[in-house]
């Protein structure tokens, strides 16, 4: 294969979507010039003034911390590695986690659910959870990192979720009619200044297979693995749903994509009210209701959870 930019035979990056193929350092450009476009094109650098980066080791975090650091050299960026105390696969990314900083010159704060919030995520995963940890492991990581960034100062937290992710979510979304919670998939929502930072996600027009070969065309070590806890969660099939249409289909999740952010999104500014926040009674972070969302699971399920001695 020769490559689209540069004609020199070896492409070995070839992104169908793209109906193109890319050596290493032609892709390595493409890559972060897309992210610098992404980056400007909805304004994220404008509140990226000190960033907090979620990085779970994962091939997405880890091209979204490598990206942002390479493409943008004067942003103040720091990765939070949350341990969510899973056996085995926690400690073995953590360790990829550190190495990826440690060649990337970016600091690491690292937070331990166990010793900080006195649970980790298989004790949460009980009960009405036994099903579906990945339910309360979203939910604490959310409120964990916005307390970490707040706490701390950052103005902004940024996060992996790419083109996959999103449309994935967005084909559930959709499909069951829920769109005020599709009104707040986009790349961009704004914090309040004080208990809420905001959120951005700079690999919002990647694909899966785009951070990947960024990643390996950079070299960049990074956990491989699924998490244990995925397995029997309906967004593996989902997310395979929606590759089995695209292959019929092709361009079908970047129109998805596209026509969620250039069509819903503005009618749905429009018609769904804005809601209201106020803090949380117990923690203080903003919610909608009196209690928020991670206080009403993890105190409840922290109480059930099996204590030391089983
Ligand atoms: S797969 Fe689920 S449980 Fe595992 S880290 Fe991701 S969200 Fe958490
Ligand atoms: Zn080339
Ligand atoms: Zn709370």
Redesign the pocket.
Known sequence: MRCVRCGSEGARYALSFARAAFCRECYVSRFERKLRSTVLKYGMHRVMRRTLVAV?GGKDSVALLAGLKRAFGDLDLTALYID?G?PNYSERSEEVVRRVCERLGVPLMVHELKSSEGVS?PEL?VGRFRRK??AV??TV?RHVLNRIAVENGFDTVATGHNLDDTVEVLFELYRRGLLEEAARLRPVLLGNGANLANRVKPLFEMTDEEDLYYVDALELEHVDS?????RG?RMVSRKQLVLEIESKIPGFRHTLLKAHVKRVLPLLDAAVPRVETRPCKSCGQPTTSDVCAYCRTVTGLKARAPGPGG
């Open positions: 779970s969510l899973i995520i995963a940890p990945c492991c979203g990581k699924w998490c244990p806890l995925v969660s």
